[in-house]
């Protein structure tokens, strides 16, 4: 099991764009192509609060790189993309890391709501 941390950096004021198009539109194609979200974050303090991070959790890199491909090439995706930057582009740079769990790893747990 591997994690991917993405960090989108958006341009100013584009961030509401960004957490609508995940919230709206991406999160179910997500799930229609099996991709598995832990969960999302927004930046309170720190170098930028234009940021959204956010992890995916994977069986492997082969895995990501053939589920991360379909996505990239859904023609639903594609639509809600260039839909949600009808007003321009939206984000400005992604960083993305694959991490790997230590042995004392111990999973996560959804928050309580």
């Not at 941390?5 to 100013?12: A, E, G, I, K, W």
């Not at 492997?60 to 790189?65: F, K």
């Amino acid at each position: 099991m591997i994690h991917e941390l993405r960090v989108y950096t958006c341009l100013p004021g584009r961030l509401p764009a960004l957490q609508q198009r995940f919230e709206t539109r991406t999160l179910a194609i997500w799930e229609r192509l099996g991709i598995r979200s832990l969960g999302f974050w927004t930046t309170m303090t720190g170098p930028s609060n234009n940021d959204l991070t956010y992890l995916i959790e994977w069986q492997s890199l082969a895995e990501r790189e053939q589920k991360w491909a379909t996505f990239m090439a859904d023609p639903e995706w594609q639509q809600a993309k260039e839909a949600s930057e009808a007003d321009g582009p939206i984000v400005a740079n992604i960083a993305s890391s694959f991490l790997q769990p230590t042995r004392f790893y111990r999973g996560f747990s959804k928050p309580s709501e």
